[in-house]
């Protein structure tokens, strides 16, 4: 398989992979430490043990979604993406919150639909949302694809670039849906995305680049019942996610 995101080379890819598992192994093993602190009452630190023990399980989560994302960009099987994926989910869990974490629990859920994930862990994301919720509508569409009863919401946490999306979600012809997709992921997504933190991150600094991907576009044409094969080739499209799904150990 060749690399999914050409933005960047084999060998960045490759060796961003190798470092970001070094330090995430470093901050698993200063959480461990810092766990055995807080069990035993103990402070080292100029702040509260729970705060730099929270700080580390953020760091850590940072670190993993690089991963997960490099895994994806690089080319690697499936398989290996599910396996990054669920370890994404498992330090997402502890700490997500609305304030900060939209992105990351919209690339959850869309990614947890593409791979068709079980209901064990895709309900523990929507347990997160239950108690924290973002009142979102395109979180809420999500969510509803696997949970019929779920009420949506009709606001939008950021309209710029993700209030496109409810055009797509209400068009009820399919060859308009698919029209509206395309609009949406080459004129709105990356465009629109102009104040996450990594955006033109290849412009900056390539060997940091991990990939850029609209996974809720996939999960979109997924419940939507479109023509993925109309959307091959399409930058920050994850077509690999639909068309080899049956493929995923």
Request: proline content about 4%; overall charge negative; glycine content about 4%.
């Given at each position: 398989m060749g690399l999914r995101d050409t933005l960047s080379t084999e060998e960045n890819y490759k060796d961003g992979l190798i470092s970001n598992r070094e330090a995430l192994l470093y901050f698993q093993e200063k959480l461990r430490k810092l766990q055995s602190d807080l069990?035993?009452?103990?402070?080292?630190?100029?702040?509260?043990?729970?705060?730099?023990?929270?700080?580390?399980?953020?760091?850590?989560?940072?670190?993993?979604?690089?991963?997960?994302l490099a895994t994806y960009s690089s080319g690697a099987s499936l398989s290996a993406f599910k396996k990054e994926y669920i370890s994404f989910v498992s330090f997402l869990i502890p700490i997500w919150?609305?304030?900060?974490?939209?992105?990351?629990m919209l690339w959850a859920l869309s990614i947890g639909i593409l791979l068709e994930i079980d209901e064990e862990i895709f309900d523990?994301?929507?347990?997160?949302?239950?108690?924290?919720?973002?009142?979102?509508y395109?979180?809420?569409?999500?969510?509803?694809s696997r949970h019929p009863e779920w009420k949506i919401w009709i606001?939008?946490?950021?309209?710029?670039?993700?209030?496109?999306?409810?055009?797509?979600?209400?068009?009820?012809?399919?060859?308009?849906?698919?029209?509206?997709?395309?609009?949406?992921?080459?004129?709105?997504?990356?465009q629109g995305s102009r104040d996450a933190?990594?955006?033109d991150l290849h412009?900056?600094?390539?060997?940091?680049?991990?990939?850029?991907?609209?996974?809720?576009?996939g999960a979109l044409c997924k419940i939507k019942g479109l023509d993925y094969k109309e959307l091959k080739g399409l930058s920050y499209f994850p077509y690999d996610l639909i068309a080899e799904c049956g493929t995923i150990k």
């Open positions: 069990d035993n009452g103990i402070e080292n630190y100029k702040k509260p043990t729970i705060e730099v023990y929270q700080s580390t399980l953020a760091t850590i989560l940072s670190y993993q979604t690089d991963i997960l919150r609305k304030e900060w974490g939209y992105e990351q523990q994301l929507v347990d997160l949302v239950k108690k924290d919720d973002p009142e979102d395109l979180i809420d569409y999500l969510i509803q606001n939008y946490d950021f309209p710029r670039p993700y209030g496109f999306t409810r055009k797509i979600i209400e068009e009820e012809n399919s060859e308009q849906t698919l029209k509206l997709l395309k609009e949406y992921l080459i004129s709105k997504w990356y933190a990594w955006y412009k900056q600094n390539v060997k940091n680049h991990v990939g850029y991907w609209s996974f809720e576009s």
